[in-house]
């Protein structure tokens, strides 16, 4: 099975268990030392702290504190980018949740198992209120790293 359809099976069986709030399910899918990096943002009028967790048991905690305090409705996530990071993947995401009226803009770090090990959130915007990117710079990007492999060869 190609990357990118065995990727996009992984995310809709994670987003399942996140919308049934199934942490034995969505427990699965993370590694045992899984990082998550979270800014400080507001949801309406509740803030949430910037916030960094180690570990399964404190992201999983993290994550159901989350959903004790709202509906997390997760839609299809879209995948913005793809790349290979030494022996892991690295995957750009939008991930959008209707109900509280938000976009997460994020990535997920993958090993070579499809293990989640690190979640970064960089922006919360308005539901699906993301400006286009361009391709121009991720292409350019890419470029740089295909040469800087070449060249170190």
Known sequence: MPKR???NTILNEFRV????????????FVDSEVINISPALKIGIVPIKAK?????????KATKEI??????????ME??????EGDGTVV????????????????IYLDKDFKMTKFVHHKITKYRAVENKAP??????????????????
Do not use: C
């Open 92 to 107: 750009e995401l939008l991930t959008h949740y209707p109900v509280m009226d938000i976009t997460d803009i994020n990535e």
């Open 52 to 60: 960094s967790t180690n570990g399964r048991h404190h992201f999983l």
């Open 5 to 7: 359809n065995k990727i």
């Open 17 to 28: 268990a996140w919308n049934k709030k199934d942490l034995n399910e969505f427990s699965t």
């Open 136 to 153: 121009f710079g991720s292409l350019i990007l890419q470029g740089l790293k295909n040469k800087m492999k070449k060249v170190f060869k």
């Open 79 to 84: 995948i913005t980018n793809i790349s290979d």
């Open 67 to 76: 959903w004790e305090q709202f509906d997390t409705y997760m839609d299809p």
